[in-house]
C-alpha cells in the first residue's frame, strides 16, 4: 500500500508540471490570439471613428445648404405671392373698364 501511494505522489510530481506547462502554452497562444483580435478591432474602430467624422462633417455641411435653401425658397415664395398680388391687382382695374 505504501508502495502504490508512493508511486502515485511520484506519478504526480513527475505528471503535474507537464499538465500545467500545456496549460500554460495553451494559455499563452490564446492570450496571442486575444491580442491580436483586440488590436484588429482598435484599428477597425480608428477606420470607423473617422468615416463618423467624415460624415458628421458632411452631415453639417448638407443641414447648413438645406437651411439656405429653405429661406432661399421662403424668399421666393414671398415674391411670387407679391407678383401674384400685383398682377391681379393690375388686372382688376382693366376689368372693370372695360365693363363701362
Known amino acids: 500500500m505504501r508502495n502504490l501511494i508512493k508511486g502515485l ?3 504526480a510530481f513527475v505528471l503535474i508540471p507537464l499538465f500545467s506547462g500545456c496549460q500554460s502554452k495553451q494559455l499563452q497562444e490564446e492570450n496571442a ?3 491580436s483580435q ?3 478591432l482598435n484599428v477597425e474602430k480608428t ?3 473617422s468615416k463618423l467624422k467624415d460624415l458628421t462633417t458632411e452631415n453639417s455641411a ?3 445648404q438645406v437651411e439656405g ?3 432661399m425658397r421662403d424668399e421666393l415664395s414671398a415674391k411670387l405671392s407679391d407678383l401674384t398680388k400685383q398682377l391681379e391687382a393690375s388686372k382688376a ?3 372693370k373698364k372695360k365693363k363701362k
Open 93 to 95: 382695374p382693366k376689368a
Open 9 to 11: 505522489l511520484l506519478t
Open 69 to 71: 435653401l429653405t429661406h
Open 33 to 35: 490570439t486575444l491580442k
Open 62 to 64: 448638407l443641414r447648413s
Open 47 to 49: 477606420i470607423l471613428d
Open 38 to 40: 483586440v488590436e484588429s
